[in-house]
C-alpha cells in the first residue's frame, strides 16, 4: 500500500523522496489525489516527523480505522517529509543557495495566472515540486510549518495595496477547508492571535512566490500553509503529543477536500459482441460544467 519515490535532487544532490499511500500505488485511477509537503524551511523539522508517523499510522490502522481506510482505499494520499533536506542539514531555513523556497515559484499575481511555467530562474527543489505537480493533478495539499500555530489560505500576495485581506475566487471554499483542519485539531481553533485558529495569507503578512498561490493558479489545486507549532526545534519528547494533536486535522483535511460537495465518475458502458450495453464500464477523463455558476 506504499510506493517510494524520487521527485528530483536537491542542490546538494540529495534525493527529494516522496511517499504514495494507496490501496493501489503507482496506478493512475478515478480518485482524487492529495499532498503534504514538509520541511520547505530547513529550520522547521518538526513536520518532517509528523507525516513519517503519518505514513506509520495509516499503514497500521486502515483495516480498522475509518477514516485511514477511506484514505488509503479512496484516494491516493502523497507525502513529502523534506524538500529542503540541504537546509535542515546546515540546521537553516534556506536552501544551501541561500534561497527561501517559499519565495521561489512563479507569482500568480506579478506575472498572471494563465500556465506559470517555470521561469528558469527556479532552485532545483522548486523545479522539482513545479514538474511533479503539473505532472500530476492534485485537488488539495497542505505545506506543513513551524513558527504559529494555524491554517493559512490564499492568496498570501496582495491584490490590492488598499485592501490587506487579499481574496481568491474561492474564499469560501477557502475558509471552509481551513476550518476543517483548525477545527479537528486540538486547540488551534482557540487560538487567541487567529479568529478561529484560521488567516488570509495576506492579511497576516503578504509574500510573493509562494508555494501556495502557485499551486492554486497553476494547477487548480486546494492549498493551505499549516503552521503547526510555535517552537520550530520542540524537543523530541514532544514530538508524539504534537502528533496526536495533529492526527485528526491531517486525515480530515484531505477528506473534506477531496469527498465533500459534488462529486462523481464520468463512466463510458461496454457494448457487448452484439453491441448491448453491459455492466462492465471504464472511467473518462472529462470536465464538468454547471450552468450559471
Not at 150 to 164: E, I, L, S
Not at 230 to 239: I, M, R, T, V
Not at 260 to 284: E, F, K, M, Y
Amino acid at each position: 500500500m506504499a510506493r517510494m519515490f524520487s521527485l528530483g535532487k536537491s542542490k546538494e544532490n540529495r534525493e527529494l523522496w516522496a511517499l504514495e499511500l494507496s490501496n493501489n500505488p503507482g496506478a493512475t485511477e478515478a480518485k482524487p489525489n492529495a499532498r503534504y509537503v514538509a520541511n520547505m524551511h530547513g529550520d522547521e523539522p518538526a513536520s518532517r516527523q509528523l507525516l513519517l508517523g503519518l505514513a506509520e499510522w495509516l499503514c497500521q490502522y486502515h483495516t480498522t480505522d475509518s477514516r485511514a481506510a477511506e484514505i488509503v482505499n479512496g484516494m491516493h494520499l502523497y507525502l513529502v517529509p523534506t524538500v529542503n533536506p540541504d537546509g535542515f542539514d546546515l540546521r537553516q531555513r534556506h536552501n544551501i543557495e541561500d534561497v527561501d523556497l517559499n519565495r521561489d515559484f512563479p507569482d500568480p499575481l506579478l506575472l498572471g495566472t494563465t500556465g506559470l511555467p517555470p521561469t528558469g530562474k527556479e532552485q532545483p527543489e522548486t523545479l522539482a515540486l513545479m514538474q511533479w505537480m503539473s505532472a500530476t493533478h492534485f485537488v488539495a495539499s497542505a505545506s506543513l510549518h513551524e513558527g504559529a500555530v494555524v491554517a493559512n489560505y490564499p492568496w498570501d500576495g496582495m491584490t490590492d495595496p488598499n485592501n490587506t485581506y487579499s481574496a481568491s475566487p474561492d474564499d469560501a471554499t477557502f475558509r471552509h477547508l481551513a476550518s476543517v483542519y483548525a477545527d479537528a485539531h486540538s486547540d488551534m481553533h482557540d487560538s487567541i492571535e487567529f479568529a478561529g485558529g484560521i488567516t488570509n495569507g495576506a492579511q497576516w503578512y503578504p509574500i510573493s512566490g509562494g508555494m501556495q498561490d502557485w499551486a492554486y493558479a497553476s494547477g487548480q489545486c486546494m492549498e493551505l500553509t499549516v503552521e503547526m507549532s510555535q517552537d520550530k526545534w520542540p524537543a523530541a519528547d514532544l514530538l508524539p503529543g504534537l502528533f496526536e494533536a495533529h492526527l485528526p486535522a491531517l486525515l480530515a483535511f484531505p477528506l473534506a477536500a477531496a469527498f465533500s460537495g459534488l462529486r462523481g465518475d464520468v463512466h463510458q458502458l461496454l457494448p457487448t459482441a452484439q453491441g448491448n450495453a453491459t455492466d462492465d464500464d471504464i472511467p473518462l477523463p472529462a470536465v464538468i460544467t454547471v450552468q450559471d455558476l
